[in-house]
């Protein structure tokens, strides 16, 4: 079973940082596109960022130039570093996987994705 767990989610203040991680079950991720989503209450899921099988990355326009996307294929994690934090960010962060794909991009699209994580809660309030 395919597995991925998020971490790293917690209570910070605006303008502050916090780094998410994703941690996959499979043996490696040489193969699979990566993407950070996030929901917070009365929204739709968003896409906020996503990584290709060969690093290749995308971002939503909210967190352009504040998150950063990064993945270790040896350590099989997938990271969400995130910067001068804002109220807004505030939702339930998820991470998903399109396994074995052979787009060398990625799309920020929830219904491309088949495999997800059971969420983090990021808090960003004073």
């Known amino acids: 079973q395919f597995q991925l767990v998020e971490s790293g989610g917690g209570l910070v203040q605006p303008g502050g940082s916090l780094r998410l991680s994703c941690a996959a079950s499979e043996f490696t991720l040489d193969y699979d596109t990566i993407g950070w989503f996030r929901q917070a209450p009365g929204k739709e899921r968003e896409g906020v960022s996503c990584?290709?099988?060969?690093?290749?990355?995308n971002y939503a326009d909210s967190v352009k130039g504040r998150f950063t996307i990064s993945r270790d294929n040896a350590k099989k994690m997938v990271y969400l570093q995130m910067n001068s934090l804002k109220p807004e960010d505030t939702a339930v962060y998820y991470c998903a996987a399109h396994r074995l794909s052979v787009l060398r991009l990625c799309l920020l699209d929830k219904d491309w994705y088949s495999y997800w994580g059971q969420g983090t809660q990021v808090t960003v309030s004073s």
């Open positions: 990584i290709s099988s060969i690093s290749s990355s």
